[in-house]
């Protein structure tokens, strides 16, 4: 009873494989670089010849202990396609006719976008029905395994300590000796055996180099289809280390920098007369704009300032000639020659080394260099030296004391 029984098995498991090249299943590609490539299954006919006819093809796919349909063709079908899988039909795509041996296939795309990793990466196989000559046949694939490659994208800054303290520093200018420790932690891919490279690359090299340097990596731990760890590294500075970048990075291709998740640091050398700096990139960038800034503020407030002196002895020059012209109008003639050779009075020294000293209080809250302030207080000595001389009584100013004299020597006596 037994050897009838195992015969039996084997009979059936012969007669299975006889038919098992009718149906085929492939995956495009076997391997699959995650959130680069489609996803793409396809169930095919191998010897359509055969075949009188193909009444359906399903895709289905492992879970757990058994194999779940989740799209299918039919002959008749209305749609032809048939999604069992409801969750994966709103991010898959699935394409197929049973119309002919010849032409009968299903194909199952996932965008690169919408794989999901592990869940998609699962055993699949194609399950077939047809006729044949000799009768009616179903037979189904072997199972595929679809593999993948994770590529790192994401790893942290490195984190800077002074060896044997206990906490991270924000700081990145240290005297020379100094041994310091560089940690970084990110992916390094689907592969647990990889891990994370350190390079540098001092002042005036063009490319990174591997540090010699032993380090320490921590376990690789798993999220999904990607492993993450950290790595630390132990570096002494040197006299060489004016201006050196570290690196890490992860899934690297041979040549430092090359990797697919990279971040860097700066580190530099105390120098005297330097302190220690923290991003000292991110002060420069707020310091240069600050700094233009002022010094056109100053120049815009210095020539306003000029402006309103020039402004204010134009209307004292006007309101002079118009008492000019209406003396001349009530008390007699006045030749034109002497009003044309009149000028405002110069302003005393005083009143000019009090605006002077206005000037200066204003533009020395502005100015921040000794050179701004020369140039302002030239300017305005020079001012003063032009007013200084109309005070000299060799000034066209001296002929309005000649036209009042002549005035007052015109009045008749009895007015006087």
């Known amino acids: 009873m037994k050897l009838v029984v195992v015969c039996a098995v084997l009979l059936c498991t012969s007669t299975s494989l006889a038919f098992t090249q009718n149906i085929q299943i492939q995956a495009q590609p076997q391997t699959i670089n995650y959130r680069e490539n489609d996803m793409v299954i396809v169930c095919s006919i191998t010897n359509p010849s055969q075949l009188g006819a193909v009444y359906y093809i399903e895709l289905q796919k492992n879970s757990s202990t058994t194999f779940d349909t989740v799209v299918s063709v039919t ?222 503020g100053i120049v815009v407030i210095v020539f306003a300032i000029i402006l309103a002196i020039i402004w204010r002895r134009y209307l004292r020059q006007q309101q002079m000639n118009e008492r000019v012209y209406q003396n001349h109008n009530g008390r007699g003639s006045i030749s034109n020659k002497r009003e044309d050779h009149y000028t405002e009075p110069g302003p005393t020294e005083d009143h000019l080394y009090t605006e002077l000293n206005s000037i200066s209080t204003v533009t020395g809250q502005f100015a921040n260099t000794p050179d701004n302030q020369y140039t302002e207080l030239h300017t305005i000595n020079r001012q003063l030296e032009i007013d200084q001389a109309s005070l000299t009584p060799d000034h066209p100013y001296t002929a309005l004391d000649t036209i009042q004299n002549t005035q007052t020597t015109n009045i008749p006596s009895g007015m006087q």
């Not at 055996?193 to 180099?209: D, K, L, M, P, V």
């Not at 798993?222 to 690196?247: A, H, M, P, V």
């Open 75 to 296: 002959t008749g079908g209305t749609p032809p396609i048939q999604w069992t899988d409801s969750t994966l039909q709103g991010r898959a795509s699935a394409t197929g006719n049973v119309d002919s041996p010849s032409t009968a296939q299903l194909r199952l795309t996932i965008n690169k976008a919408s794989v999901q990793c592990p869940t998609d990466f699962k055993m699949y196989i194609c399950k077939m029905s047809g006729i044949a000559s000799s009768g009616p046949v179903t037979q189904e694939t072997s199972p595929i395994v679809l593999s993948y490659i994770v590529k790192p994208t994401a790893i942290e800054m490195p984190r800077v300590r002074v060896l044997n303290e206990n906490f991270d520093t924000q700081d990145r200018q240290f005297p020379v000796g100094t041994a310091m420790q560089l940690a970084c932690q990110g992916e390094v891919g689907s592969d647990a055996s990889q891990t994370i490279r350190w390079c540098a690359q001092r002042a005036g090299e063009f490319i990174f180099t591997g540090l010699p340097q032993t380090p320490i990596h921590s376990e690789a731990s798993q999220s999904g289809c990607i492993f993450t760890r950290s790595s630390t590294i132990t570096y002494n500075l040197t006299s060489e280390d004016t201006f050196t970048k570290f690196l890490c990075e992860a899934g690297d291709t041979g040549l430092c920098g090359t990797g697919t998740a990279i971040q860097y640091v700066n580190i530099t050398i105390e120098v005297s007369g330097t302190t220690n700096s923290r991003a000292v990139d991110a002060q420069s960038s707020i310091l240069v704009p600050f700094l233009s800034g002022s010094a056109v």
